[in-house]
């Protein structure tokens, strides 16, 4: 026997390491049971019994694919009646739920594995996880092939995320030996269950029990399962994700034999054993579990593979019915544009505006998978502050899945709100293209939606949906040095000297007016259009800091001794600018000696009103 | 029949307004089914034949209490089989898994609801779902107590929030008619499953399905059982947590008669019907259900209630196999104290040493219910990061939960990263006493470990630890006028009129030095202690703007016009600082004109810089 700890990364030296806890807990369990020795290896296939019957292994694969063994988890086994549900997803996939119904069906029959279990009158298999049920299955799941097995090989395959095998010399045992089975055959045939030559669907059958895997391919299918059908290792789609519930709902109430009910309930994982010895289980939205251990109960199931599933959900509750609250935490964060407000930075009246309405444009960010208790727990949310706001911004960056009913609802809503006259902002929702469709589709002509890219455009979109209503003009096309935010309070002798010092440059809509890192050594004064101050955020598109109008400055850090621009500003607009060389400030000096002072106490409060903005931020962030 | 739509707000008139979507599902699935006419009113009763076969409502109960309700859904019906389930979890309370097992089995028995099933060796029931089950459930459930009658109806208070009664004509007609079951009871009491006089056994029976609830205590006792036993609207432990895995389990498996792999496998979800037309169902993690309709179908479910719980699982994948990624949001940020740091305002050397070593103390924030996937993302995630990090804070703000066995792995974590030499701050995690008690019990001593109410103070600790390292002392206690951050560049002469302008004030420990809100007329220069700006939070504990230490200048927006503090100052220590009146800046006009320009030159710059770490901290926040 073998005992290795195998992880994708090497482990911190002498003491174990950091990732230990889940490793640990792993070891102790093959410590407790290594030297257990109850149960007997399979006999009734003379190549199964060659099993060594110490072979033990726990594998753990997570939703993004690590995986934690410990033990003969490389040993490969033939996979028997663990091929049964997967064989029963393809016929799914291939024939639909209505006809794979007529063949086989839903019922836990209380009985062995091997026990016939058809329908007196209809011949129909008890369900697909029996031999009988899972013979015509495998009838349903080739007949559409004209090569079968090859479609079963390249279903594990995908499930395992590398080529299968049929181990010959099981399958031969099998076939040779398998006279129970046979009879199931034919009896299924006799009732039409298996249309055709019953023999072609037992030679399929054979080789689907004698597939080659390791305790690690079933923790990697089971893991699949988990992952509503893809492997999370490859991103392959193993089945079609609205079989994944058909296929577990099976293995949860028939997939240990005789012991499913007391199986759920004290284990409460969809899980199927097989008589080579292993077992894997399913933990949705969680994790998948493989154990291999060849002796087994008298039900057939591997004897340690029951104890070490009793422990684990013992001790973390990982009981399929133990379910966090999953309305807990839909929205992320939710705040209105008087706390938070976009980069585009305001003045003079729209300040005003923004400070007394803001609180009528609300934001939500919502995160996670949204099922219905999360998108319910959201619209009611909204619902709540329905009075209170005329825009609204939905925000669905940190949101990873949304399915075709919560799809239905959030569309629903966002149509309501439409409908009502107000208006709706959606961004980051490029990953939900079928929402968008959706929600493009629902749309009334002149409703007011809009779809961005980033919450911080579709912010300022909302901003500019509270100042519409102002009637009050917002923005000057040109605003002339002196009525420029660091001039406020200078006198006319003073703004003549510092315009002589100054130089007028222009620039087209895309032009980068100033690089992040370039050396600093002068300030503008924006004359006309609008610049964005841009910074680099690493692995994702540069981030807007600031979008700043005619009447404001940028570069302004020069002035207080900083030798490089930290940001890019980037012209959104033609752009006229005055640009003053700091060392030229001082021309200030001979006229007015304090007038220096009046532009770094304006450039204080800038940067002071900045702060203050940022810090509400920062509390609406962090809330 | 009343059609009435009830909320615990008023609907935005006209329009069905924005609760709309999910009220808006249950009216459509209510229009869809009112007139399908098929199946029977039980007649096996007499008094239950007398129902009104158009009866019908619909309710869903969340999580946090809110019902949606749709029908005749406060019409009173007797419960009937759906308190099998329920006195199950009370019979589990009261004497153990062990011993119920004894009494009851777990397997599904495939036979109608009235069959008798029971084992031939041992008369166990197959399961606590059918009759011959419930009874012997009932027995047990009622044996340790001396008022049985009562505890079985304060349970089902507990479920549903009020105190519930026996409808005493059914119970007389269930009573007199009700031979099968007494059958039932003497051949347990044959078999030795039920203990003493069968006949109270039978009356505590018949008591218990002669209980009198509504469509919206079958919605509420179903989201009790969703919310881990909790009344969502009472917060009252109606069931303890652990047996609530059980309990769902026999629903799952036996809950729906001779349906319930077929309702497994269309529905998904734990379920449980009754002849008086009641159906609940389960959907663990987001909501209860309750339809109420007495028209049967031939296995004795509601024939509607079926249809709508299909309907509802098809549209919106309610399978409780359907479970989202639970690992995927575990972490809700992390970030280094080089990007985001503590509200303590550093100079100097310590401002050098955090940019320098910042990235060698993690912080990570976890978030909602932590179970077994999701705690282990989290150690894994530390795991990649183990060589990186010398200093490690875990903040539990948003974390809604922790089971037994996840407290093990995280007290595991810390207990490695604390043997490797490493320090540790745990915030905000007062409402999780039993991981706090854990990781004390485990801690070494000499291990660095500390426990903070905020995530602020954890992280001022962690950058104290880099600090720590350095050898060059770092504070020193006084700082004269002439090295405080707004006087950088100031000549002698300028400093002497300055301080002479200035008035000396002292304060204790705990003295409020600014009240947010007063006028606002000084500058305060700290020359020893430290001082703590402080904002208020509505509905939270105030918010540390700042911790500033001498050398540092407090109220200076004073300088920039603002006329009324928008922060308190809170002395830390005793304090001693000087403090200038606004006006008298211009003292330094005389001197050297351009001398208040260097002032105001520094205030920019020391904004400037807070603003820069704001921006940072901003960026990471919303990564």
Redesign the interface.
Known sequence: MVLAVDTH?NR?PG????????E??LLDLFERYKSLAEGLVAQYIPELAKADPGWFGISIV???G?DYSVGDTDEPFTIQSISKPFVYGLALENRGEDYVREKV??????DAFNAISLHPATGIPS?PMINAGAIATSGVAGSNDREPLRALLDMFGRYVGHEVAVDEAVLQSESETGHRNRAIGYMLRNFGIVEGDPEEVLALYFRQCSVSVTCKDLAMMAATLA??GVNPVTGVQAVEPRY???V???M???GMY?Y???W??RV?M?AKSGVSGGVLAV?????GIGVFSPRLDERGNSVRGVRVFADLTR???????????????AI?NSHDVASVRSKRQRSGRALEVLGDRGARARVYEL???L???SV??F??E???A?DSFDVICIDFK?A??L????T???T??IG??L??GKSVALSNASHLPWLLAAVSQATEPGADLAIFPGKDLAMEWCEDRLLAEDVIALDAAIVPLADNELCEGLDADALVRLENSCQEVQFASGDTILQAGEASASVYFLLSGDVSVM?E?PG?EP?R?ATLSAGMAFGE?A???ESSR?ASVIADSDVTCLELEVASLEVL?AAD??A??T???N???K??G???R??A???A???
Chains 1, 2 share one sequence.
């Open positions: 990364q911190v003491h174990g390491g950091a990732r230990a806890p889940v640990r807990l997570t939703l993004d690590h069906g839903l019922e836990p029959s209380g369900n992952n509503a994944v519930p058909n577990l709902s099976v949860a109430s028939c005789d499913a009910g007391e759920i309930y409460g969809p933990l949705p939205g969680q994790m001790a973390f509750s990982l009981h399929m019915l133990n379910v966090p609250n999953l309305a807990y935490s992320r995160q996670g998978d099922v219905f208790a319910e727990a619209t009611r909204v619902a709540e329905w940190h990873s899945g399915g075709d009913g919560e239905v609802i959030v629903d809503l309501v709100i409908g009502e910074i955020v994702a981030a800091l850090m002035l207080l001794g930290s000096d000696p304090t220096r002072a532009v770094y106490r450039l204080a409060r940067v002071a900045n702060l203050k940022a810090n931020e920062i509390q962030l962090s809330a």
